[in-house]
Nanobody, 121 residues
């Protein structure tokens, strides 16, 4: 089993920044991707970004490209989502995921419990 623990959500004004962290523990060996999805009230779960544990593969949703940066620290199985120039439409619950490198939620077998990000206008 794998456990994902998120931290770093909160309330910020538009134009501000937040950094989310996600630490994976348990049976975290082999090749896999970690990343983030988000879900706003009344909307479908949406892909945000993903990064492979090894190699250069990284992917961003068009809506966050140029504003969000995803990075990893393999020594402690942690990924970080640096979110800059935040907009009110970024308001959502952000979920950390671990699994295959894809934009489909069903590709990820492990999900964190979510952390709220609220951007005020």
């Amino acid at each position: 089993q794998v456990q994902l623990v998120e931290s770093g959500g909160g309330l910020v004004q538009a134009g501000g920044s937040l950094r989310l962290s996600c630490a994976a523990s348990g049976r975290t060996f082999g090749t896999y991707a970690m990343g983030w999805f988000r879900q706003a009230p009344g909307k479908k779960r949406e892909f945000v970004a993903a990064i492979m544990r090894t190699g250069p593969m990284i992917d961003y949703a068009d809506s966050v490209k140029g504003r969000f940066t995803l990075s990893r620290n393999n020594a402690n199985n942690t990924v970080y989502l640096q979110m800059n120039s935040l907009k009110p439409e970024d308001t959502a619950v952000y979920y950390c995921v671990l699994g295959g490198f894809a934009r489909r939620p069903e590709s990820y077998g492990y999900w964190g419990q979510g952390t709220q990000v609220t951007v005020s206008s």
